[in-house]
């Protein structure tokens, strides 16, 4: 459920009326200085295409931070379960679900390995940090119908979730992205990059 922030709503196929969230959402945490940072904008759109959210449909943001990704599936999902180990992370999401008035965001201070189990079934997961990944992506595997999701911008991170997903046969393939912004320099325009992200990209049935 999601209460009416402004006059601008829609419909979904269900019948049910759902908010069109405002595009910009303040992530105060940020100037908090909650470590690990929001998901890069480009990074979040591309993930949220390849989770294949459907309307109504519930997901998964484990290790979710700042919120970004739990308040942009809250636009299609019918249920946002976000989950982060860090109590000022699970704080922080909160935060950011109130400032949109959603109240379809669900936030979970815990292991999400032990949080999700048996918890299912869901629709799609989104995996943006874990300590414990090899056993939060064996649960997800068990509880998920659907597309799974992790945000890797260390290359260890990238081994053990391509490995591990290959381990329970739900691997699909690796996304690399980069992106690279414009900043002034002698009078022109000069491209900054930033690092490297990949998306791993698995599906369970």
């Not at 989770?51 to 739990?70: P, Q, Y």
């Not at 939060?136 to 260390?154: F, H, K, N, S, Y």
């Amino acid at each position: 459920m999601v209460t009416q922030v402004s006059s601008n709503t829609f419909s979904n196929a269900s019948g049910k009326t759902r908010v069109n969230y405002p595009a910009q959402v303040t992530f105060t945490c940020m100037e908090r200085g909650l470590s690990g940072g929001p998901t890069q904008d480009e990074v979040a759109a591309v993930a949220l295409w390849h989770l294949r959210l459907r309307d109504g449909c519930t997901v998964v943001d484990v290790g979710c931070g700042t919120g970004k990704i739990a308040v942009a599936a809250a636009r299609t999902a019918g249920r946002v379960i976000a989950v982060d180990r860090r109590p000022e992370a699970a704080a922080c999401t909160k935060a950011a679900a109130e400032e949109i008035r959603a109240r379809n965001i669900e936030v979970v201070c815990g292991e999400a390995a032990a949080a999700l189990r048996g918890a299912g079934p869901f629709d799609a997961a989104f995996v943006g940090g874990s300590q414990d990944l090899e056993a939060v992506l064996g649960v997800l595997a068990a509880e998920v119908t659907g597309r799974i999701v992790v945000d890797c911008v260390l290359l260890g991170t990238l081994h053990r979730a391509v490995e591990t997903m290959q381990r329970l046969g739900i691997f699909r393939e690796v996304v690399s992205l980069q992106v690279a912004r414009s900043r002034a320099l002698g009078g022109g325009l000069m491209m900054t990059p930033s690092n490297p992200v990949w998306l791993v990209i698995g599906e369970a049935v």
